[in-house]
């Protein structure tokens, strides 16, 4: 049986250590250098910078995320040992984990990683599709002759360079589809190397709960399980047609799906559909300077996005939570898309101010949708605020200040209220 050592990348054949490095890391399968359709997913991701970052951090309970009415944004390993999940709410993150370190997000820093890391995926293949700052579906059909090895070995050499060069671990999910290879990732976590092979393919999904689908929610986890279907074999023992008729077109995907079947190819950028930030407040508030001030935090946040990733937005939408859980939602068409930080927060300032007055929030976010290159943006001059041509000079110049000497180097005075 093919197996390779994930540590030095020598290729031998099935063996419980390498036989260059003596190390145990070895992947071994019968299709292993046949295989080229591959997920690599990122352990752990903000965490893991936050550890690389400051070392005294390396073996305490890691959790990034907001106040204690926020949510879990991502928990390291140790932190999930103890229970602590993504999305849980802080307070039970906390209850789980009283010891932990909690750290707010520093997604320029994220990002900034991921960009290297998109770097070397670069030097491997053209076909790669982002799910996020630290995921992405890789295509390496064809790439053998390029590299002088086969997908699985190019594969371990990435994450062993990012583990070198950036002190961050990645997965690898090793398959014949992106479904499988997606399932593959989570199996051997974390720094794992995993592989479904197309043989095994029936086999393995039969007995696995249908819960592994990407992309099924609550709702469709709850719409399975009133339909007895809690298995890939259950799934199996459904008509296609009947499937297509409880479940519309998401039952003829799943009659695919149960068979390992997924023709989806990897696209690469595939295109956002939107940017936004949000917060849960610690306490309710009908404070209007403090919302004032995350609002204009939360449109710095969009445009540093939008700016990092040459796209703007056509449309500025607000979003609001008051206390009783009543959800507010606000948009509004621009004459010109924008990722200028000073026109979202005044766009959605107006929003707001349409808002009927009805008590504390609870929760606030802003975001820009109905994205387009960033050559499309800010052209044109608005007659109507004469003063906004400066003031998008004078973000340009404070975005160069930050990109030379740090974030903190320019705050703008309404961020701190």
């Known amino acids: 049986m093919p197996a390779l050592c994930r540590d030095c990348l020598t290729r031998s054949e099935t063996g419980r250590r390498c036989p260059a490095c ?3 890391r070895i992947v071994a399968h019968d299709e292993l250098w046949d295989l080229s359709i591959a997920h690599m997913d990122c352990d752990a991701f903000y965490a893991s910078v936050e550890k690389r970052d400051n070392p005294d951090l390396a073996d305490k309970p890691v959790i990034i995320g907001g106040g204690r009415r926020g949510v879990v944004s991502t928990a390291c390993y140790v932190a999930r040992i103890r229970g602590v999940r993504s999305a849980m709410p802080m307070f039970k993150a906390l209850q789980l984990c009283p010891d932990a370190v909690i750290l707010k997000p520093r997604m320029s820093v994220y990002a900034e990683v991921s960009r290297a890391i998109r770097v070397m995926m670069e030097e491997l293949t053209p076909a790669i599709e982002p799910l996020s700052l630290d995921e992405a579906f890789l295509d390496l059909t064809g790439t053998a002759r390029l590299h002088g090895a ?3 070995v190019v594969l371990a050499g990435l994450v062993r360079r990012m583990r070198s060069e950036l002190g961050v671990t990645g997965s690898i999910g090793l398959s014949h589809n ?3 290879a997606k399932i593959a990732s989570d199996l051997d976590k974390p ?4 592989v479904i092979g197309r043989a095994e393919t029936m086999d393995f999904l039969g007995p696995k709960p249908v819960r592994m689908i990407w992309g099924v929610g609550a709702a469709g986890q709850a719409a399975l399980d009133a339909a007895g279907i809690r298995t890939f074999d259950d799934l199996r023992r459904w008509d296609r047609r009947d499937l297509a008729a409880r479940f519309g077109s998401m039952g003829d995907r799943l009659w695919h799906l149960a068979r390992g079947e997924d023709n989806r190819r990897v696209t690469r950028d595939a295109a956002m559909k939107s940017i936004s930030n949000e917060t849960t407040f610690d306490e ?6 403090i919302l004032d001030g995350h609002l204009w935090r939360m449109a710095e946040k969009v445009a540093d996005r939008a700016k990092a990733k040459g796209l703007a937005g056509r449309v500025v939408v607000l979003k609001l939570k008051r206390a009783d859980f009543t959800l507010i939602t606000r948009r509004t068409s621009l004459n010109d898309a924008t990722q200028m930080a000073d026109r979202i927060y005044r766009t959605a ?4 101010d349409q808002v009927p007055a009805g008590g504390s929030y609870r929760l606030l976010g802003a975001g820009v949708s109905d994205l ?6 800010d052209r044109g001059r608005d007659l109507l605020d004469p003063q906004a041509e400066a003031r998008a000079r004078a973000e340009r110049a404070t975005d160069a200040i930050r990109a030379r000497f740090g974030e903190a180097a320019i705050v703008k005075g309404r961020s701190l209220r």
């Open 284 to 289: 309710n508030t009908a404070d209007a300077d």
């Open 372 to 377: 387009v290159p960033e050559a499309l943006a």
């Open 349 to 352: 300032r107006a929003l707001f």
């Open 150 to 152: 086969p997908p699985a």
């Open 178 to 180: 992106k479904f499988l």
């Open 22 to 24: 003596g190390r145990p």
């Open 191 to 194: 720094h794992g190397f995993a």
